[in-house]
């Protein structure tokens, strides 16, 4: 039987697993001239899972970004401020 603590430890150079799985890592893809057609493919992928997500985060969240700022918050700030020139 196979340990749960051996599969959930990774050694700290890998890459996150969401990361490997959306194909996010830093390794370079090789740029072998016969892999070019490889390398454009997933290329395209990464293309459409950044406008996906950003897309969908534009979705969610733009209602909030563009909700005015609550004057007591502007306030605490401003008085922040001037405490620090002081």
């Given amino acids: ?3 749960t603590a051996a599969v959930l430890m990774r050694p700290a150079a890998c890459p996150s697993f969401s990361a490997a ?3 996010k890592t830093d390794q370079k893809r090789p740029s072998n ?4 057609e490889t390398d454009e493919e997933g290329e395209a992928v990464d293309n ?3 406008l996906w997500l950003r897309r969908g985060l534009h979705q969610l969240y733009d209602t909030v970004a563009k909700e005015p700022i609550p004057e007591d918050l502007l306030r605490m700030i ?4 001037k405490s620090q020139q002081q």
Avoid: N, V
Avoid at 33 to 36: F, K
Avoid at 78 to 81: A, T, V
């Fill in 48 to 50: 459409a899972f950044d």
């Fill in 21 to 23: 799985a959306m194909g």
């Fill in 78 to 81: 401003e008085d922040d401020r």
């Fill in 1 to 3: 039987m196979r340990s």
């Fill in 33 to 36: 001239p016969a892999m070019a």
